[in-house]
């Protein structure tokens, strides 16, 4: 009988386009996606390390799983991602039933890991120090038949003290020009409309082949691949944000215009001490060009509240930036000390209720900002694409979902005869902090909407674990 498996994903989106190559190389093992409600012979675990929630999720979890693997021993439990390269035999510690415990490294090794368990009835330990593949190399079964990740490259050269990702993913692995550009070619021959190149700082690209333009040219290119209607990326780092980048995305039709950009503080003297390398000065000025090459584009962030040493003031710089730069959202996170961070090291740690009232204070400003973003768009036509996971037919509301060209979501009415990988106009007619809603007024049939037979999988499948994708 085939066994059947079940990948929950933890943090950031090269987590998740990692959980595809994993369920790629479980349906190239032979193993079958669980229908959703039922039990999963193996479930994976993949992984983040960025958050202390993070680590509560998956230990949570897996005491929910416990009791069940008790009674089917022949159950398999596998941990992956950048927790499991960070604690390593710990896991293997809290929880001795897990059978597989790998990192960010060998993805590609997980088959082999979970047969050897299996017949040596032993837990496997393998955490490699080096990268075997990258990720987007290795079989993948895509969440999104018409949206696809791409990996331009692999770890951080940074040493921001509140992260430990460097120290997980390693140095920071470009991939040659020509291997990304045959990556996309390959998935829009496949479908695929909408690519987002990733990298843990993207616009860093370059920097081992010693080629500081190479990420603006890779954009260029991009726009050269025929039937490929949208290209994002994510995330760059303002250190490395360059003219020429702007003028690529101004001046390529399919690079989408919105620009997801981290700011994480609003004071110089956090900055600084969060070894960010840049200033609220510089930052702000790239908002500045960026919307004056673009006046409709939409600038989203992260920003982390409460990090060591944060006074009031330093505080409300922060919400000061926010109000200069108006955020269309921003993902704000409270601070969480990570061990063998420098930031967790720092003696002037933040209490928890000053940093809880601090991030309510920002996200009720900023929800504030959001909504009056938003508003602006009433009286407009944005064009939306239609996707699986949230264009969904609503019909309690009677309405669908998708993503307008500069990221936003929008509802519209759904009395048209549109599909998951159709554009459709819509006229925007209300708004809120979160979304748009309006009126269908076009739809584009595209061959995106035609590709209904890509190897794909559910975003999740509930067993009743929570959901831990963030």
């Given amino acids: 009988m085939t066994r059947t498996y079940l990948v929950e994903t933890y943090g950031c989106q090269m987590n998740v386009h990692d959980s595809e190559r994993i369920a790629g190389l479980l349906d190239e093992a032979g193993y079958l996606p669980v229908p959703e409600g039922q039990q999963a012979d193996i479930v994976v675990f993949n ?239 790239i908002l500045d060009r960026v919307r004056t090459a673009m006046p409709h584009a939409m600038i989203t962030t992260d920003i982390i509240v409460g990090f060591p040493g944060e006074t009031e003031e330093d505080f409300q710089g922060t919400l000061d930036i926010a109000t200069k730069a108006r955020f269309a959202a921003a993902y704000t996170y409270k601070y969480s000390i990570r061990p063998g961070t420098p930031a967790g090291a720092m003696e002037n740690q933040i209490p928890e209720d000053v940093v809880g009232e601090r991030y309510t204070r920002l996200h009720e400003h900023q929800q504030k900002i959001s909504q009056s973003v938003n508003e602006e768009a009433i009286g407009t036509t944005h064009r939306v694409m239609v996707s699986e996971i949230e264009g969904r037919r609503d019909e309690v509301r009677s309405r669908m979902t998708g993503r307008s060209e500069d990221f936003r979501l929008v509802h519209f009415s759904s009395d048209t005869d549109a599909r998951p990988g159709d554009f459709v106009d819509v006229k925007i007619a209300e708004s809120s902090a979160h979304y748009l809603i309006g009126d269908a007024v076009a739809v584009h049939r595209t061959r995106g909407g035609d590709a209904h037979t890509a190897r794909t999988a559910p975003a999740s499948t509930s067993l009743g674990i929570p959901t831990v994708r963030k």
């Avoid at 360059?242 to 399919?254: C, H, L, R, S, Y």
Wanted: charged share 25%.
């Fill in 47 to 285: 992984t983040c390390a960025v958050r202390e929630n993070a680590d509560n999720k998956l230990y949570g979890n897996l005491s929910f799983l416990a009791p069940i693997k008790k009674k089917n021993p022949a159950m398999q439990i596998a941990v992956g991602g950048c927790l499991a390269q960070k604690d390593q035999s710990i896991i293997l510690k809290k929880a001795p039933y897990v059978d597989v415990v790998f990192g960010t490294h060998n993805v590609g090794s997980l088959p082999v890991l979970l047969e050897r368990a299996r017949i040596e009835e032993e837990s496997q330990l393998e955490i490699l120090e080096a990268l075997e593949h990258f990720p987007s190399t290795l079989p993948a079964r895509r969440f999104s038949a018409f949206t696809s990740w791409v990996s331009v490259s692999v770890g951080c050269n940074n040493t921001c003290t509140f992260c430990i990702v460097p120290t997980l993913r390693g140095v920071e692995k470009d991939r040659p020009a020509a291997e990304v550009l045959t990556e996309m070619r390959a998935l829009v021959d496949q479908g695929v409309i909408e690519i987002t190149l990733l990298g843990q700082n993207v616009n860093a690209y370059g920097v081992e082949f010693g080629d500081r333009g190479a990420f603006a040219k890779l954009l260029r290119e991009a726009g050269k691949i025929d039937g490929l209607e949208r290209v994002r990326f994510m995330s760059p780092h303002p250190r490395d944000f360059t003219d020429d980048v702007i003028e690529a995305m101004a001046e390529t039709a399919n690079v989408m215009p919105h620009l997801h950009m981290p700011l994480q503080s609003g004071s110089d003297a956090i900055l600084q001490t969060m070894r960010r390398s840049y200033r609220t000065d510089k930052y702000l000025g």
